[in-house]
Protein backbone atom coordinates (compact mmCIF):
# COMPACT_ATOMS: atom_id res chain seq x y z
CA UNK A 1 0.00 0.00 0.00
CA UNK A 2 1.13 3.32 -0.72
CA UNK A 3 0.89 6.49 1.38
CA UNK A 4 -0.18 9.81 -0.24
CA UNK A 5 1.24 12.82 0.68
CA UNK A 6 -1.70 14.03 2.47
CA UNK A 7 -1.33 10.66 4.57
CA UNK A 8 2.47 11.06 5.49
CA UNK A 9 2.06 14.72 6.49
CA UNK A 10 -0.80 13.30 8.87
CA UNK A 11 1.38 11.08 10.31
CA UNK A 12 3.99 12.96 10.91
CA UNK A 13 1.76 16.14 12.18
CA UNK A 14 0.62 13.33 14.83
CA UNK A 15 3.92 12.15 15.69
CA UNK A 16 5.09 15.73 16.51
CA UNK A 17 2.18 16.07 18.91
CA UNK A 18 3.52 12.73 20.39
CA UNK A 19 6.80 12.92 20.80
CA UNK A 20 6.35 16.97 22.27
CA UNK A 21 3.53 15.16 24.90
CA UNK A 22 6.17 12.88 25.64
CA UNK A 23 8.49 16.26 26.27
CA UNK A 24 6.69 17.67 28.40
CA UNK A 25 6.16 14.61 30.58
CA UNK A 26 9.36 13.26 30.91
CA UNK A 27 11.02 16.15 31.11
CA UNK A 28 8.57 18.50 32.50
CA UNK A 29 8.94 21.24 29.97
CA UNK A 30 6.25 23.52 29.14
CA UNK A 31 4.43 23.52 25.90
CA UNK A 32 6.61 25.93 24.14
CA UNK A 33 9.73 24.46 25.29
CA UNK A 34 8.82 21.06 24.66
CA UNK A 35 7.89 22.57 20.67
CA UNK A 36 11.25 24.66 20.73
CA UNK A 37 13.09 21.37 21.61
CA UNK A 38 11.74 19.25 18.87
CA UNK A 39 11.52 21.53 16.52
CA UNK A 40 15.48 22.01 16.46
CA UNK A 41 16.83 18.79 17.02
CA UNK A 42 17.81 16.46 14.44
CA UNK A 43 15.17 13.77 15.04
CA UNK A 44 12.91 16.54 13.60
CA UNK A 45 15.06 16.44 10.46
CA UNK A 46 14.45 13.06 10.04
CA UNK A 47 10.81 13.66 10.33
CA UNK A 48 10.11 15.71 7.97
CA UNK A 49 12.11 13.64 5.04
CA UNK A 50 9.45 10.65 4.22
CA UNK A 51 12.42 8.87 2.62
CA UNK A 52 13.60 7.98 6.86
CA UNK A 53 10.21 6.24 7.10
CA UNK A 54 10.25 7.09 11.03
CA UNK A 55 6.52 8.68 10.75
CA UNK A 56 5.63 5.69 10.29
CA UNK A 57 7.27 4.18 13.32
CA UNK A 58 6.22 4.51 17.43
CA UNK A 59 6.34 7.05 18.95
CA UNK A 60 8.53 5.54 21.77
CA UNK A 61 10.75 3.83 19.24
CA UNK A 62 11.36 8.28 17.82
CA UNK A 63 11.42 9.24 21.04
CA UNK A 64 14.88 7.14 21.69
CA UNK A 65 16.59 9.03 19.40
CA UNK A 66 15.36 12.20 20.33
CA UNK A 67 16.15 11.65 23.77
CA UNK A 68 19.53 10.46 23.05
CA UNK A 69 20.19 13.91 21.14
CA UNK A 70 18.93 15.51 24.44
CA UNK A 71 21.28 13.08 26.73
CA UNK A 72 24.11 13.95 24.94
CA UNK A 73 22.92 17.71 24.20
CA UNK A 74 23.62 17.17 20.86
CA UNK A 75 20.87 19.16 19.79
CA UNK A 76 20.33 22.65 18.23
CA UNK A 77 18.48 25.23 20.86
Known sequence: M???EGQIKMMQEDMYAE???ILMEK???TLEKAMDTLYNS???A???DPNTGL???SP???YSFLNSELILCDYRI
Open 2 to 4: TLT
Open 60 to 62: GYV
Open 27 to 29: YGY
Open 55 to 57: YYQ
Open 46 to 48: RLQ
Open 19 to 21: LIQ
Open 42 to 44: ETF
